[in-house]
């Protein structure tokens, strides 16, 4: 079994981070599977997180290897503050209305934060979840979750707690499991084509995108 390695990612492990989430991310993730993005519709959303991620400590990736090997799963997280400008996703307004439904949920979540957590100014968000396909079941996801919480940058940050809209089942099952709590639930029979038929059908057990939260300390 491969040895792994994690660390907290830098702006000069970008490049590699993005060239996985293409391979991986875009390819395995629930929704993504289940409306087929493009690489062209996904990379606005990936280019803007990593934007907003790189330049703080919280993001973490796993490497097959002392440090030097391909990274095998990333966690994407951003600071996210109260005051912060209005969230507005780059997959909002895109061609395809499966696309756009992916968009519109993400922006209802995302706006629903703040009334959830009337006493919260400030929360780690985590944005991206991915573990290559042959790595799962090894317990990676949890482990980059656990490598994020410094006590010295969560209290540097003004971190009270930490927040994430889980899209797949998988990443459901870990949340509950990490004792996170399941604050919104958006189904995806809200979405709907012309035709009446449910725009995203997920392949897994996946029913809906829920936003979990977890206090700190």
């Known amino acids: ?73 990333v966690a994407v997280s ?7 400008p209005e969230f507005v996703d780059p997959l909002a307004s895109p061609q395809r209305p499966e696309i756009a439904a992916i968009g519109t949920i993400c922006e209802d979540i995302h706006h629903s934060i703040w009334e959830l957590l009337p006493e919260i100014d400030t929360v780690l968000e985590l944005d991206l979840l991915s573990v290559a396909s042959a790595y799962h079941r090894r317990g990676i996801a949890g482990k980059m979750l656990d490598k994020r919480k410094s006590p010295e940058f969560l209290k540097k940050y003004g971190v009270q707690g ?41 392949q897994d057990e996946t029913m809906s995108v829920k936003l979990f939260w977890k206090p700190y300390p």
Do not use: W
Not at 13 to 41: C, G, Q, S, Y
Not at 78 to 84: A, K, L, S
């Open 162 to 202: 930490f927040v994430c809209q889980a899209s797949s089942y998988a990443n459901q099952m870990l949340l509950k499991k990490r004792k996170d709590q399941e604050l919104m639930d958006v189904p995806f029979t809200r979405f709907t084509g012309k035709n009446g038929a449910q725009l995203i059908q997920p």
């Open 1 to 73: 079994m491969d040895e792994l390695s994690y660390s907290i990612a830098t702006e000069d492990d970008r490049k590699e981070i993005r060239e996985f989430l293409m391979k991986h991310f875009l390819k395995e993730e629930t929704m993504n599977v289940a409306t087929a993005i493009t690489e062209e519709e996904f990379a606005p959303f990936a280019d803007k997180v990593l934007d907003i991620a790189l330049p703080t400590p919280f993001t973490v990736i796993c490497r097959n290897g002392k440090g030097n090997g391909d990274i095998v799963g």
């Open 78 to 84: 951003t600071i996210y503050r109260r005051d912060d």
